[in-house]
Nanobody, 115 residues
């Protein structure tokens, strides 16, 4: 059973930075493509950034140049470095497998951006 635990969210001023972390267990992490997603209340979940098992990355246009996804296979952890945060980035962030997310989503981590 895959378990995903996100952390690192918080309150930050517009233009500030946060680093999110996600620890994955119950799977052979190093072989999995991973992603960060976000979902605002009443909206569909949005794919933010992906990283393959080999380390190739891809980003949504809305975060390109501001966010960086990375992974540490020794720690079963995927990160999302978020810089130049905007109020529209404020929501709950989740990590999961990609392209087929595991059905059991973690609790996510809340990012709040004050203008």
């Amino acid at each position: 059973q895959v378990q995903l635990v996100e952390s690192g969210g918080g309150l930050v001023q517009a233009g500030g930075s946060l680093r999110l972390s996600c620890i994955a267990s119950g799977t052979i992490f190093s072989t999995k493509h991973m992603a960060w997603y976000r979902q605002a209340p009443g909206k569909q979940r949005e794919l933010v950034a992906t990283i393959t098992s080999g380390g190739s990355t891809n980003y949504a246009d809305s975060v390109k140049g501001r966010f960086t996804i990375s992974r540490d296979n020794a720690k079963n952890t995927v990160y999302l470095q978020m810089n130049s945060l905007k109020p529209e980035d404020a929501t709950v962030y989740y990590c999961n497998l990609h392209p087929t997310p595991y059905s059991g989503w973690g609790k996510g981590t809340l990012v709040t951006v004050s203008s």
